[in-house]
Each structure stands twice: as structure tokens, then as C-alpha cells.
């Protein structure tokens, strides 16, 4: 089985601080995605990586960087996080159409 | 076996009319149903239908879940080119996201 595995299940930060949000796949995938996950407003794809060192823009890519130096691992960093950044962050992983999600990273930001 | 098939396949239309979009399903565990727009190589979220019967709009696109029939269907009216794309049906299962094949929708002036 696929397993996607974020590093931190919750996290609290405080405004201005730097945030990482870690995730691993251990089927050697070559696309993974960092989404947030809003009451009301589903899942927003905020970057998406499909090699090692590549990265691409998705919806809402403003205030988010990522980083792809490994293929199994894909991270989402928050410079300078925000409280509009209190979200539920999901990190996905795929090889054709279905996307496997790792089981989620609950941000609030005070 | 999960199954999600979406149809048409392609579509070919003119700016101004109007589509429609058809995508069943027969997937365990289903939550929900997400619609997505693929223009570059990841897909971006259109909407999320978790009721049935409960329309969901954003600008010209809306879309509509029927869970006794197992479908959904997304209208787009008004069409522009800039809505060329791939749309993608996507039932929710608690672990994963099953997209369907696609429906193909070029937009000519």
C-alpha cells in the first residue's frame, strides 16, 4: 500500500514565524502536491512538483514556497506564516490518476 | 473495483454555448465528489459536492450531485476559450482521490 506520511499531524505557530510541512511517499512517485483544505472551498492545490528540483504554481501559491530536493520527499514552507494560513495542509502523491493523500497537517496560526 | 467514467469524452463547441458534463460512479466508501480543471499537469479544484440535489455555482460553472443515480454533471454556460481544458470527476473514498478519465472540452471562437 501507498503510504504518504506528513511529519506533523498538528502544529500551532505564531505570526511571523517560519513554518515547515514535511511529507514523505515510499512509492518512488514522480508527482506530488501540496493542497489546503478550507470549510466551504474543498481542496486548493497550492504547488505541485512532477521530478526531483522541479516545482510548479497552483492556485494559491502566494505566501507558500516548496521544495523537492528528494523524489520521495516534498516540502511546503511557510516564510513568514499568517493567520489566513490556519488551514488543514494535505499532501498528495501520484503516478497516473489517483492521488494518495497523506493523512493531513492542522495548522493554526496566532 | 472502483469506477468512475466520464462522458463526453471530447467535446468541440463554439464561445457561447453551453455544456454539459457527465461523470458516474461506483466507488466504496465514497464522502464526496470533486470536480477539477486541468490545464497544466496537476488538476485545480472546481468544487466539492458532498449532498445530493444541492447545486454549487461559481460564475458560469456549476455542477450538481445525484447520489441515488451515482452521477454528477457540470454545466458550464456562456463557454470562453479560456475554458479548453480537461475536466476531471474525482469521488472522494476515505484514503484517496479517484479521478476519471476526463472530458476534453476545446473552446473555439
Known amino acids: 500500500d501507498v503510504k504518504v506520511t506528513q511529519s506533523s499531524r498538528y502544529l500551532v505557530k505564531r505570526t511571523g514565524e517560519k513554518v515547515f510541512l514535511e511529507c514523505v511517499q515510499d512509492?518512488?512517485?514522480?508527482?506530488m502536491f501540496w493542497y489546503r483544505q478550507d470549510p466551504g472551498l474543498g481542496l486548493r492545490l497550492i504547488y505541485f512538483?512532477?521530478?526531483?528540483?522541479?516545482?510548479e504554481k497552483g492556485d494559491i501559491p502566494e505566501g507558500y514556497s516548496v521544495s523537492r530536493e528528494k523524489k520521495e520527499r516534498f516540502s511546503l514552507i511557510l516564510e513568514s506564516a499568517s493567520t489566513n494560513q490556519t488551514s488543514m495542509y494535505l499532501c498528495?502523491?501520484?503516478?497516473?490518476?489517483?492521488?494518495?493523500f497523506g493523512e493531513g497537517s492542522r495548522l493554526t496560526v496566532l | 473495483e472502483d469506477k468512475v467514467v466520464q462522458s463526453p469524452l471530447s467535446l468541440v463547441v463554439h464561445e457561447g454555448d453551453t455544456v454539459t458534463l457527465n461523470c458516474s460512479y461506483e466507488?466504496?466508501?465514497?464522502?464526496?465528489l470533486l470536480w477539477y480543471k486541468q490545464e497544466k499537469k496537476a488538476p485545480t479544484f472546481l468544487f466539492m459536492l458532498?449532498?445530493?440535489?444541492i447545486e454549487k455555482k461559481s460564475g458560469r460553472l456549476s455542477s450538481i450531485l445525484d447520489k441515488k443515480e451515482l452521477s454528477s454533471i457540470l454545466n458550464i454556460t456562456a463557454t470562453q476559450t479560456g475554458d479548453s481544458a480537461i475536466y476531471l470527476c474525482?469521488?472522494?473514498?476515505?484514503?484517496?482521490?479517484?479521478f476519471g478519465t476526463g472530458t476534453r472540452l476545446q473552446v473555439f471562437p
Open positions: 458532498t449532498s445530493s440535489g
Open positions: 466507488v466504496t466508501n465514497f464522502r464526496s
Open positions: 498528495a502523491s501520484s503516478l497516473e490518476r489517483e492521488l494518495f
Open positions: 512538483s512532477y521530478d526531483v528540483k522541479m516545482k
Open positions: 512509492m518512488d512517485h514522480e508527482n
Open positions: 474525482a469521488p472522494l473514498r476515505a484514503d484517496k482521490l479517484i
